[in-house]
């Protein structure tokens, strides 16, 4: 018989470190002089922008300022003589608009809702922080009397939760040269809320991305010029947004600092980005109370850069002594600001009662009422998730509850879970039997509720399996019939998928079609549950799959990653990888398809070691794909022992295949197979040989009762053979001799 040579790669994995893939398209210029110090983004770029776009479309930054200086003093002389009146405060509608790829960037709700927490107390003085301002301050540090409240209503009155997301990949590009702002043009068209405008004088729009030009944010001064338009909003990197997940406390105040410049605030030394330059004592910002500074990019509240007592002709300053810098202003760039001026404030709400930019109209009930922010948010969506569909029997299964707004009760529904009932806001839930199940949700508002119902909502696996397990992807027409795999696409636009135009072996294989996949990508396929707890610790697993790809072009860098679980998918490590060249150094520039035996490859891992011999192990391949081309995936298979090139067949799996013989045994020509099946059944018949290469396949109608098969082996060699024989779920095999 024919002789197969297997391209054989045997790998003994060490543990990799796997950190998130970081995609970044181009790297932006970093003027480190305008970063804080430790930081390696420049911390605000407002001034620059808004100094670049003037030039662009020929306009002077000077002029704008007296095109609305009139209507801003105006309005700033209300504010100090009284005749606008302390003590109202102004509600802001916000939404928080996020472009990601599936990655870090996706932040959480809980992540916005704690910068929205940080935004609300920071400005109305209710930050922890507050009182331990340097005394020369303490008196000055003001409450805004400005609140922000996340949208309850979109443009077209569509109810949503304050935050839309967007995917796309230009999450990676903020640097925005045409200033036409690409990332509002992706959200305007592809957010999951309402697609179209989100005026500037309806809603704070507040982008976060994974590239802010190389910055930690910028935004727009109001002004004639840029008007209400959605382009002026705040452009924010996901890692200043609130003080956890991506973000931290340090970085927290990044927003706080970019919403003054929204309300019309410059930095403390004057409008640029440039801190620390000493030219900047002879600049103003136009709030009195500020202190002559050149600004800091640390945190020392001793620094006093600037003689607040011979202030040059064209800067003006409150101060009789010569204070210190107030370094712990907001609008400064140290680590430790915490407090507005009055003067500060001020400025803000006279710009809140112009119309430049629309200001004027935020914070009017009308436009709240619109907008569903402040008190006019009410019961509009009940809402729930867990982090992971895919479940093991017994697991703690930790549900959310996402529903909005001013809920005051819970009453959750758990058909075959324990408890099945809750009055929990998010309860915890266990499942004992496989199968899926639905949840359902009824959430009440005084006497309003709304109830929510996803009828397939949990997969409770299978019980785990036993070694050995194959897959070589033949007996489904598609892998969501399968219940061995499911699959995970956190980037990307397609997914692995079962091929019947090529196998390694058999009729089928799984199929990524990476050639025509959006970059970057992530694809994931996740296995079922196995049970290796029965195993010894100086037992030996491997875990052997074959593959097929190519490059498309020579510069591509892919991976394919072997990731194990001893949590039931919970949390997982990295046990091998193949990347860029390793993968395959050869290169197709049209879409790969393998032909034959040798474009395949063989992989053995062998680092599933004692450390995973628990009961419910899962494995996941993870393919992170750059533009490059197809890879396709066959023949898993899981087995105790030592790397073999041959596929480990189940030999044990639960069958409704019934007094399964062979014989003759050992065979010269003709084999009998008989079996006794349950039911009419299609059931495929293949004889592999010792090396795992199909020799034969049969397709058979069986009937219910009795069957025997007869298979001509004249053609096969002498040797070792497996037969397969299966159907649905169900496989068994049987080994035979041919003479
Ligand atoms: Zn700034």
Redesign the pocket.
């Known amino acids: 018989m024919k002789k197969y040579y297997l391209s054989f790669v045997l790998l003994t994995f060490s543990f990799l470190s796997l950190s998130q893939q970081s995609f970044v398209n181009s790297e932006p210029e970093i003027d480190k002089g305008n970063c804080r110090e430790g930081e390696s983004v420049e ?2 770029l ?2 620059k922008k808004m100094k670049e776009y003037h030039q662009k479309n020929g306009q002077h930054e000077k002029s704008i300022i007296d095109n609305d200086k009139v209507l801003l003093e105006e309005a700033l002389s209300k504010v100090k003589d009284g005749s606008i009146e302390k003590g109202v405060i102004y509600t802001i509608p916000v939404v928080f608009h996020i472009v990601h790829n599936g990655g870090i960037e996706n932040i959480s709700d809980e992540q916005i809702f704690d910068a929205m927490e940080i935004l609300n107390s920071d400005y109305r003085k209710l930050n922890d922080d507050a009182n331990f301002v340097v005394s020369d301050f303490l008196n000055i540090a003001s409450d805004s009397e400005i609140e922000f409240s996340l949208a309850t209503k979109a443009p077209d009155g569509t109810c949503f939760n304050g935050i839309t997301r967007t995917r796309d990949v230009i999450t990676f590009d903020g640097s925005d040269p045409n200033h036409d702002a690409p990332q509002v043009t992706a959200i305007v068209n592809g957010n999951d809320v309402y697609q179209g405008n989100w005026p500037g004088n309806m809603y704070l729009n507040v982008y976060v991305l994974a590239d802010v030009g190389g910055a930690a944010g ?1 935004t727009y001064r109001p002004s004639g010029n840029f008007g209400a338009t959605m382009n002026a909003g705040i452009f924010i990197k996901n890692d200043y947004v609130g003080s956890f997940g991506t973000a931290n406390v340090l970085k927290s105040r990044a927003l706080t ?2 919403v ?2 929204w309300l019309g605030l410059p ?1 403390t030394w004057g409008s640029d ?1 440039n801190p620390g330059v000493s030219s900047s004592c002879t600049q103003d910002d136009g709030v009195d109370d500020t202190p002559l500074t050149i600004g800091v990019t640390s945190c020392s509240r001793s620094s006093n850069t600037c003689n607040d007592l011979t202030p040059s002709s064209n800067v003006s300053t409150s101060w009789n002594y010569d204070v210190v810098d107030n370094v712990e202003n907001y ?1 400064d760039y140290s680590y430790c600001s915490k407090m507005f001026t009055q003067g500060q404030s001020d400025l803000m709400r006279a710009y809140l009662n112009s119309n430049i930019s629309g200001r004027n109209n935020l914070w009017r009930s009308s436009n709240l009422a619109a907008t569903g922010a402040g008190e006019s948010v009410s019961l509009c969506k009940a809402d729930f998730s867990v982090e992971n569909m895919d479940v093991c029997s017994g697991e703690q299964v930790q549900f959310t509850d996402l529903s909005y707004s001013n809920i005051t009760a819970w009453e959750w529904s758990f058909p075959g879970g324990s408890p099945s009932t809750s009055n929990l806001q998010n309860p915890v839930v266990q499942y004992s039997s496989a199968g899926t199940y639905p949840v359902t949700l009824k959430v009440y508002s005084g006497s309003a509720s709304l109830t929510e119902v996803k009828s397939s909502f949990l997969r409770v696996l299978p019980a785990a399996k036993t070694l050995p397990y194959f897959e070589g992807f033949e007996n489904h027409s598609s892998l969501s019939n399968n219940e061995d795999w499911s699959l995970n696409e956190t980037a990307g636009a397609r997914t692995f998928t079962i091929n019947s135009n090529t196998s390694f072996e058999g009729d089928k294989c799984l199929r990524l079609s990476n050639y025509y996949e959006t970059v970057p990508s992530v694809d994931e396929l996740i296995s079922s549950n196995f049970d290796l707890s029965s195993l010894s610790p100086e037992e030996e697993v491997t875990l052997s799959y074959r593959y097929s790809y190519r490059k498309k072009a020579t510069t591509d860098y892919e991976s394919l990653y072997i990731f194990a679980s001893t949590d039931c998918g919970t949390t997982w490590n990295s046990r091998a990888s193949l990347r860029g060249s390793q993968l395959s150094s050869e290169v197709s520039s049209n879409s790969w398809v393998p032909s034959s035996e040798s474009d395949w490859s063989t992989v053995h891992v062998t680092s599933i070691n004692s450390s995973y011999f628990v009961n419910n192990l899962r494995i996941k391949f993870q393919f992170t794909g750059d533009g490059g081309n197809n890879i396709f995936l066959d023949n898993i298979n899981l087995y105790k022992g030592a790397p073999s090139d041959k596929s480990v067949l189940g030999l044990d799996e639960l069958s409704s295949f019934k007094e399964l013989t062979l014989y003759p045994n050992p065979v010269a020509s003709e084999l009998n197979v008989k079996f006794t099946t349950e039911m009419n059944q299609d059931v495929n018949i293949n004889i592999y040989d010792i090396s795992g290469k199909s020799a034969q396949k049969q397709l058979i109608k069986a009937i219910e009762g009795s069957n025997l098969v007869l298979l001509n082996v004249e053609n096969l060699s002498k040797g070792l053979y497996f037969v397969n024989i299966s159907s649905g779920e169900s496989s068994e095999t049987l080994q035979f001799v041919v003479k």
Do not use: R
Request: proline share 0%; charged share 10%.
């Open positions: 911390y605000c407002t001034h910028y600092h970019e003054g410049h930095h980005n609008m």
